[in-house]
């Protein structure tokens, strides 16, 4: 029976029988003595250690299982026997790699010593082979659209950095040998020793004795304390603000997504807009999955600014959630594309209808509505369901416009324009041609309806009625103050008055006047100059009486003078409107 010991071998902790046990000091102690004169010893030998640290993780099953000589001999086969090696001297050249194969498996890191931002692109350069710098050149190219810098900064978050000798051989796919670790080391070392060697000591010693001394001790705790603080103000800022949002897609996702499932009141509307035919609760659950994979990985990065030591998320669970934010978004992408395709082409269907009035009568223009549906003409809805009389589903909407133009025909013509959205011109045509509206003329009456319907197999594609009520010069109308809520005339031609809805218009040569309109409505030049002044004097000379009338805008005005007078007096009306008296 063997005795089992606890062993702390980079930063890890494993149970490891006795034998295995000294197996494995006796190989790192072979391994320190090949590196006895070597530059970086001991960086070395702790990348070493945490290279054997992660090998003999992938061989426990469970967390009881115990270390054995088997586990040791296959890490030993792997990172390779010192005595391969001849690392003593640098002029002396190596042998060979031992017989075994040893596979090449990169991993994703960030390159933090060759990026400039966070190193992403450089080390997916190096995770596919190609230079970094084309990986730059497509993140600028996205970086015109939100998809490239949410990409970028969840990378980013979601890669680590190569930090240890080991992760930069990973990053580049070189095997995690004693030699090519104690390589990468040298060759770092070298690099830090020719910085020194090309510096400027004098120099840097004045520069460090007159400033850095003051400053690092002044200041140098007070702006960690202050960054410090700061980072845990921003870290609860956006802990809070990410959990929030996500709590409140969560509720979204089983609210608006249920809809399918449950016969919910607004679910009709929602699929009227729908034009993907993609059942609601899929695309809520895209939409909760793009938006809220990275508000995860925001809330992740709070509590790394609130907690120290707080342990990552593996790798494994980053790049699978980053995998299924990538599939999420190029979803909505697409449903997005379908989306703005099904309403990409609008239709139309032109009637022409005579109205049949006298030209001596006064054309009588009134909207109605239809009890059925609403009791108020004045209601504006743009679309909402409902039943008919004969107790079919149908869209009811008030989408209707209506203006007044002019014509050289000698009969006035009401022209009805039916327009709807569709994928293609055959299929918004086919909706436009769908849609019920109807009017009547009774005696000099023209009853517009207020309303249009169409049937629900059409959806909603933004269906709408313009009407178009052409008159010939001479023609005299009344806008019931109905029209008021669909009127889109040009105002220089027609100017429909709000004050009322009985005022009479008159269609003249190039505009619509209004024959009663008040004279302080003229902004567009539309009311009629109708006054009219007559001038009666009255001269009894017996009892010297003089009266004296004037009539304006159809209302008589009278003055009674007594008293003799050889002159006339007479009212006019000055440039103002007020009535002045002139002799």
């Given amino acids: 029976m063997n005795k089992t010991v606890n062993i702390n071998i980079g930063g890890l902790f494993f149970h490891i029988d006795e034998d295995a046990y000294q ?12 590196l006895s004169n070597s530059s970086g010893k001991d960086e070395i030998m702790k990348d070493i250690e945490m290279r054997v640290a992660e090998l003999l993780t992938e061989k426990q099953k ?202 919910a009141p607004w679910q009709r509307y929602v699929d009227a807009v729908n034009y993907t035919d993609v059942p609601l609760w899929a695309f809520g659950l895209l939409a909760f999955l793009a938006i809220g994979i990275p508000l995860f990985f925001f809330l992740l990065l709070g509590l790394k600014l609130l907690v120290a030591n707080m342990k990552s998320l593996g790798a494994a669970a980053k790049y699978s959630l980053l995998a299924i934010w990538i599939f999420a978004v190029v979803a909505l992408v697409i ?3 379908k989306q703005s395709t099904e309403s990409a082409f609008e239709g139309k269907t032109v009637q ?122 001479g023609t005299v109308f009344v806008a019931d103050e109905t029209v008021q809520h669909f009127d889109e005339s040009d105002n220089d031609f027609f100017n429909l008055h709000y004050s009322s809805g009985k005022y009479t218009y008159k269609v003249e040569e190039t505009q619509v006047k209004c024959l009663d309109c008040p004279a302080d409505e003229n902004d567009y030049n539309d009311v009629e100059n109708n006054v009219q002044s007559e001038e009666i004097n009255i001269i009894d000379e017996n009892d010297s009486t003089e009266t004296v009338t004037v009539k304006i805008n159809g209302k008589v005005v009278t003055e009674t003078k007594s008293g003799k007078s050889d002159k006339k007096s007479k009212l006019t009306i000055g440039s103002d409107g007020v009535i002045i008296k002139t002799e």
């Fill in 23 to 34: 197996k494995l000091s006796r190989y790192f102690d072979a391994i320190k003595r090949s």
């Fill in 62 to 263: 469970t967390d009881k299982h115990v270390i054995n000589n088997k586990d040791v001999d296959e890490v030993i086969v792997v990172m390779g026997q010192p005595e391969d090696y001849r690392i003593d001297d640098d002029s002396t050249e190596t042998k060979s790699e031992p017989y075994y194969n040893i596979p090449n498996r990169k991993k994703l890191y960030r390159d933090k010593d060759r990026g400039l931002i966070g190193g992403v692109c450089t080390g997916l350069g190096h995770y596919f082979g190609v230079d970094a710098v084309w990986i730059k050149i497509i993140f600028l190219l996205l970086a015109f659209t939100s998809f490239g810098v949410i990409a970028y900064i969840i990378l980013w978050i979601a890669t680590p950095k190569a930090v240890t000798t080991s992760e930069k051989l990973e990053m580049t796919g070189e095997p995690v040998t004693i030699s090519n670790i104690e390589k990468k080391v040298r060759e770092e070392f070298d690099s830090v020793s020719n910085k020194f060697k090309n510096a400027n000591y004098d120099e840097m010693g004045n520069q460090v004795k007159s400033g850095a001394e003051r400053v690092a001790n002044g200041l140098g705790d007070v702006i960690m304390k202050v960054f410090g603080a700061f980072a845990k103000v921003l870290g609860a800022i956006i802990l809070v603000f990410s959990a929030m949002s996500l709590a409140g897609l969560f509720i979204g996702l089983f609210t608006f997504g249920s809809t399918s499932f449950i016969d």
């Fill in 335 to 337: 449903i997005g594309v």
């Fill in 352 to 473: 022409k209808e005579v109205v049949n009035i006298q030209p001596t009568d006064t054309l009588q223009i009134k909207f109605v509505s239809n009890d059925f549906f609403s009791k108020n003409v004045y209601e504006h809805e743009d679309f909402t369901f409902t039943q008919d009389s004969a107790k079919n589903e149908v869209i009811y909407s008030n989408q209707i416009s209506f203006e007044i133009k002019s014509t050289d025909k000698t009969q006035p013509y009401l022209q009805i324009e039916k327009l709807a959205d569709g994928k293609s011109f055959k299929e918004a045509n086919e909706r436009a041609e769908k849609i019920k509206y109807g009017f009547k003329v009774v005696g000099n009456q023209l009853l517009l309806d207020n309303y249009l319907l169409t049937e629900m197999a059409s959806k909603y594609r933004d269906q709408r009625v313009e009407l178009y009520l052409y008159l010939p010069k």
